[in-house]
């Protein structure tokens, strides 16, 4: 477990004060490269992944293309909650869009902590709360606003973000093609 990780729970749960040492053997630490994949579509998801460095992306391949559903930076967690916690195959993939140095937790290791640890359900509903509040606030977002508009804002609302995914990533995350991104981008600095 992290500095990082650690500092993450105790800023969700302020009365937190469970020693970092007894909780520590629960998680690993990788670093991963740039296009590393942690889990591919059909694989079973067994882990979930919290981000000290770096950007993971979740995404599916449709055609032949990707097709990004969600990010997850510094502080944030990301996995294929569907097929973590039915044990199915996967539906979607999960890879490093930077080098990247996350936290990972099986879900054996999830199970047994939050039994021994059941304070830690509650840093996890805050997670889980947070992201299901941002997904269904995007897929309303999305399917209400004009493209320009719906750039506009997740340039205005992640300015950190946006300078670091790849043009044709992004591209797919907001449903245009690399060449109206292009325009969207024009249009947006004149």
């Given at each position: 477990m992290t500095d990082q990780l650690f500092l993450h729970i105790q800023q969700l749960l302020p009365d937190f004060t469970i020693p970092r040492?007894?909780?520590a053997h629960f998680f690993e630490t990788i670093s991963v490269e740039k296009d590393t994949v942690l889990l591919n579509e059909g694989d079973i998801n067994n882990t979930i992944y919290f981000v000290n460095?770096?950007?993971?992306?979740?995404f599916y391949e449709d055609?032949?293309?990707k097709e990004v559903i969600h990010f997850a930076l510094e502080n944030w967690w990301l996995t294929d909650y569907k097929t973590f916690c039915d044990g199915k195959p996967a539906v979607y993939a999960i890879a490093a869009m930077e080098d990247s140095?996350?936290?990972c937790i099986s879900r054996q290791n999830y199970e047994a902590m939050l039994?021994?640890?059941p304070l830690m359900a509650l840093y996890f509903n805050k997670i889980h709360e947070r992201a299901y509040g941002a997904a269904l606030y995007k897929q309303k977002t999305y399917a209400t606003t004009p493209k320009q508009d719906f750039y506009n804002y997740f340039r205005r609302t992640y300015?950190?973000?946006i300078q670091r995914i790849p043009d044709d990533i992004f591209?797919?995350?907001?449903?245009?093609s690399p060449e109206i991104l292009r325009q969207l981008q024009a249009d947006y600095l004149s």
């Open positions: 040492e007894e909780m460095s770096g950007i993971l992306y979740l055609k032949g293309k140095k996350i936290t039994l021994q640890y300015p950190v973000l591209a797919s995350y907001i449903g245009v």
